[in-house]
């Protein structure tokens, strides 16, 4: 799943954020509370209206971030989940253009 603003300009300090690992329905009383998050979240989503949409759970294993502003350009930090929701650093990769 990748996650960053959509309103971000190539070419200029971007960031955001990539998480890998499985995904899988969510189904009766799970799916029914993470509708209810969703929900509250955006006032304006109507559950009775939405019955066909679906809530899905992640569990990520790997995240790997960029932040230009922050790391500089080119510079990719990932690292491992752990089962605990712990995190540990993997590995920086810096792309250099040519």
Not at 37 to 59: G, I, P, T
Not at 67 to 86: C, M, N, Q, T, Y
Request: with cysteine; charged share 35%; net charge positive.
């Amino acid at each position: 799943m990748a996650v960053f603003d959509s309103h971000q300009t190539w070419g200029r300090s971007d960031r955001g954020v990539q998480l890998f690992g499985t995904a899988g329905e969510l189904r009766g009383r799970a799916a029914e509370r993470a509708a209810g998050v969703y929900a509250r979240r955006f006032r304006s989503y109507d559950l009775a209206e939405q019955r066909d949409y679906r809530c899905y759970e992640l569990r990520a294993r790997r995240v790997k971030l960029f932040d230009e502003r922050e790391l500089g350009r080119g510079v990719f930090v990932s690292a491992r989940i752990g089962p605990d929701g712990s995190m540990a650093w993997e590995r920086t990769e810096v792309y250099k253009p040519s």
